[in-house]
């Protein structure tokens, strides 16, 4: 397996996209992976190595990952960050690069909107269900 080459100015890069801020603040303490639903359902996916990875250069390694798709976007990981590292942003940041590099091909943005629609659907009948199940006084409301 060939080397990934260094790309020191990568987190510079990065920071344009933060109002100046780098992703360098960060001192792997953890909270952000234990607070992260994506974490607890892929434990291969974690918020501080994307951040090690940012910081060390390795641009190419993080943009051909699969990885960077998982996060959901729900913010919770910078919410709990006691050094206030914007990881929701970041993640958004890798995937505009991503495309914009053509490392995924620009169709495949809109088939992420849509499969989050069908979960966020899926995600509703649920709860929906289940309150029911509990609360059989309330009326279900349909969801798509």
Known sequence: ?????INREFKYRISKYLQGNLPT?????????????????????????????INLGYKD????NTAIWYCALCNTCTVACPQGVMFKQIM???QKIAIAEGYVKPSFFGELKKIEQECQAYRCEQIASRLIESNPELQKTKVR
């Open 1 to 5: 397996m060939a080397e990934s080459a």
């Open 25 to 53: 603040n960060c001192d792997t303490c953890g909270v952000c992976s234990a607070a992260c639903p994506v974490h607890q359902a892929v434990p291969g996916f974690d918020p501080r190595r994307f951040i090690r990875l």
């Open 61 to 64: 390694e993080l943009l051909k």
């Open 92 to 94: 958004e940041v890798l």
